[in-house]
């Protein structure tokens, strides 16, 4: 997969991500979609590295879909937790 299928499986990740994850967000959409697009390439790059399971197959692969929303998730919460209690 090229740089731009990963960015387009970022957003969408980023959005499933915010729907699995309900609530007010600190940094609103455009954090919440750049988190998508990075926790993509870290449930990618975790995926290949750390399981041992590279998904730079295709772009409807299911280990694909699943680590990009896995690293969505995994970075909206650590930005919840640092970034959530500072606007209050």
């Not at 499986?9 to 998508?36: F, N, Q, S």
């Not at 590279?54 to 930005?79: C, E, H, M, N, R």
Request: net charge positive; aromatic share 10%; no cysteine.
């Amino acid at each position: 997969m090229g740089f731009i299928s990963w960015i387009i499986l970022g957003l969408l990740a980023g959005a499933i991500a915010k729907v699995l994850l309900p609530g007010r967000d600190p940094g609103g959409l455009i954090v919440t979609t750049l988190i998508g697009i990075a926790g993509a390439f870290l449930g990618g790059w975790l995926s290949a590295t750390v399981l041992d399971r590279p998904v730079d197959k295709q772009f409807f692969d299911l280990a694909t879909w699943v680590a990009a929303i896995a690293g969505s998730l995994v970075l909206l919460i650590g930005y919840r937790m640092i970034a959530g209690n500072s606007r209050r």
